[in-house]
């Protein structure tokens, strides 16, 4: 556990170092005007903070949810997704324990969004704040957690920790991140996950 905890650090640095390197590569862009952040207050257009919020979740989960099934192949595995896998049991020092070229991945997500849809700064710092949450939540051991932890907040369709431990536990399931409507329609849901949803809010 200690030397499972050691190695997550350690790549959390190195992913560290990857996500700054892409905040500069954003900054840059921003200074060049070749992104479509936007920083006034339009009061006919509150509504669109919420709808691109809730756009960069879906088009993140969509990204998060293929490109991890793809680091899952054999020959993608080892450079890009066995680090995260290390730790069979996560903890919250797993959440951004990624092979640097995962986390480049990621981060090129996030440039390649902010370069294609008009995004507030706000939105952007609450999808960076979500993310960041979210993952931790996601890698909560959970024997630690209270036995009443809601990990069903809205129905079958949020993920949560019991919802990802088990991809740390069994790895040919449950590959999404913030939504579980992609492990649903691929048929990579875990099927004693919603009778365990049903019995116990801890299912494993
Ligand atoms: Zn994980
Ligand atoms: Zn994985």
Same mark, same amino acid.
């Given at each position: +556990? ?7 650090? =350690?790549?959390?640095?190195?992913? $560290?170092?990857?996500? $700054?390197? *892409?905040? *500069? $590569?954003?900054l840059w862009l ?5 992104? =479509? ?9 509150? %509504?669109?903070? @919420? ?9 993140? /989960? ?12 054999? *020959? ?5 997704? =066995? @680090?995260?896998?290390?730790? =069979?049991?996560?903890?919250? %020092?797993?959440?951004? !324990? ?13 440039? @390649? ?17 979500? +993310?960041?949450? %979210? ?5 909560? /051991?959970? /024997? ?8 069903? %907040? ?7 920790? *019991?919802?990802? !431990? ?6 040919s399931v449950h ?20 009778? @365990?949803?049903? $019995? ?5």
């Amino acid at each position: +556990m200690r030397d499972g905890i050691q190695h997550d650090i =350690r790549l959390s640095v190195l992913s $560290a170092a990857v996500f $700054a390197l *892409a905040a *500069a $590569a954003l900054l840059w862009l921003q200074n060049h005007g070749m992104t =479509r952040i936007y920083t006034g207050a339009d009061p006919n257009n509150w %509504w669109y903070l @919420g709808v691109s919020y809730l756009a960069v979740l879906i088009l993140q /989960d969509t990204a998060f949810y293929f490109t991890h099934r793809l680091f899952h192949h054999r *020959a993608l595995y080892a450079l890009f997704h =066995r @680090g995260h896998h290390r730790s =069979r049991r996560p903890t919250p %020092w797993t959440s951004f !324990a990624f092979d640097p070229p995962e986390a480049l991945v990621q981060s090129l997500f996030l440039v @390649g969004v902010v370069t294609l849809l008009p995004l507030h700064v706000i939105t952007l710092l609450a999808v960076l704040s979500t +993310m960041t949450i %979210w993952a931790i939540v996601n890698h909560l /051991d959970l /024997d630690e957690l209270p036995r009443r932890f809601p990990h069903h %907040w809205l129905g079958r369709w949020v993920i949560g920790p *019991a919802h990802h !431990a088990l991809h740390h536990h069994r790895p040919s399931v449950h590959f999404g991140l913030y939504f579980t409507f992609w492990d649903r329609v691929c048929s990579t849901e875990d099927t004693s996950y919603s009778t @365990g949803l049903n $019995a116990s809010p801890v299912i494993i």
